[in-house]
């Protein structure tokens, strides 16, 4: 943390990696989700496992990938769930 002159905290900034999908199967199917992902190996195309709705994990593919920050996120961070796992 990094103090200001007028005595506040500077927030850091740390990078967060959000994945766009497209879920696989399921009653969801077609539908599209904003998640984070823990695994910096990501890439547009992986398919991933991810909690959907009441389904405790679902299929679904990568279909974009961004590097953003708590404050430039496309989804609200504390409402954004994370993949699971790639599927190999």
């Not at 496992?49 to 299929?59: D, L």
Request: proline share 7%; net charge neutral.
């Amino acid at each position: 943390m990094i103090h200001s002159l007028s005595g506040g905290i500077i927030t850091e900034y740390d990078t967060l990696i959000y994945v766009f999908v497209q879920i696989d199967d399921g009653i969801e199917q077609g539908a599209k989700r904003w998640y984070i992902s823990p695994f910096p190996s990501v890439r547009a195309g992986d398919r991933v496992e991810v909690p959907c709705g009441r389904a405790a994990k679902t299929c679904a593919t990568v279909t974009r990938v961004e590097r953003v920050t708590a404050q430039t996120a496309p989804f609200p961070v504390n409402r954004t769930a994370e993949i699971e796992r790639i599927l190999p």
